[in-house]
């Protein structure tokens, strides 16, 4: 495990686009996956702002992302697919039949989370897996509980997530209550892990994720197991390692 310290939030997400620049110029084609959440914005930010430079180039790239809200179609502002096309894919030149994101309009769960794990396996494994982390120690939207989920599935969120995302949404009632994820396997499967933590409120999380017992009851903590773990944050997530 690597723990890259940043000053702040600007140099975190410097950092961070760094190393996903640093993939993809070492494997133009190769498989990310992606997260959404207000961490990874000023990361995806900067990997735009390298791409209209011209240092960097998606037409190789595929990307396959965490996690989406079941109830939202992709046209919804909260919507998952709607983050990743706003903040990063209409910006680049990523082909958008390589970008795929479970589909939150799909009713039948067991159908959808069999093709998208059909799709894991075709995509021949994540070269990049991006994480951010939850309050609660999720990632993803694998939730603490009882087992570590292997396969993709629908969860019902926590409260402590219902929380913390309410900020995104007009009104409590208006807050899909479920969501589909990848499972623990295939995040574990990638052949690189990056982390983003940002802020105070992820402190103890973070510490108890990287120092704590590994347990379902904090999902991330899981991650002490990769070969291939980098973390960076900031002083504020860091506060209670330092
Ligand atoms: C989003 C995701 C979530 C977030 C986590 C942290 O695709 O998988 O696990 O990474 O909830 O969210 P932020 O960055 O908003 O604090």
């Not at 799909?106 to 309050?135: F, P, V, W």
């Not at 409590?172 to 933590?197: E, N, S």
Request: overall charge negative; glycine content about 8%.
């Amino acid at each position: 495990m690597k723990i890259y310290s940043a000053e702040n939030y600007e140099d975190l997400s410097r950092k961070a686009a760094n190393i996903v620049s640093a993939q993809i110029i070492m494997k133009p084609d190769c498989t990310l996956g992606l997260a959404t959440g207000s961490t990874p914005e000023g990361l995806y930010a900067q990997l735009v702002e390298w791409y209209k430079k011209g240092d960097l180039d998606f037409s190789g790239v595929r990307s396959i992302n965490l996690d989406e809200y079941k109830g939202l179609a992709g046209s919804h502002p909260q919507s998952y697919r709607y983050f990743m096309d706003s903040h990063l894919f209409d910006h680049v030149n990523i082909k958008k039949e390589n970008t795929h994101l479970p589909n939150g309009m799909e009713t039948d769960t067991h159908k959808e989370c069999l093709r998208y794990n059909a799709l894991l396996a075709e995509s021949g494994g994540i070269d990049l897996q991006l994480l951010g982390l939850g309050r609660n120690g999720h990632i993803g939207f694998n939730e603490p509980g009882e087992a570590f989920e292997k396969e993709t599935h629908c969860v019902a969120l926590t409260e402590s997530t219902l929380q913390a995302n309410a900020r995104y949404f007009e009104s409590p009632q208006t807050m899909p209550r479920h969501a589909y994820t990848l499972g623990i396997k295939a995040i574990m499967q990638a052949h690189c892990i990056l982390m983003v933590v940002s802020g105070p409120a992820k402190a103890e999380a973070l510490c108890k994720s990287l120092y704590g017992p590994i347990t379902p009851q904090v999902p991330a903590s899981i991650l002490q197991l990769h070969n291939h773990l980098i973390v960076v944050a900031d002083r504020a997530a860091l506060s209670i390692i330092n």
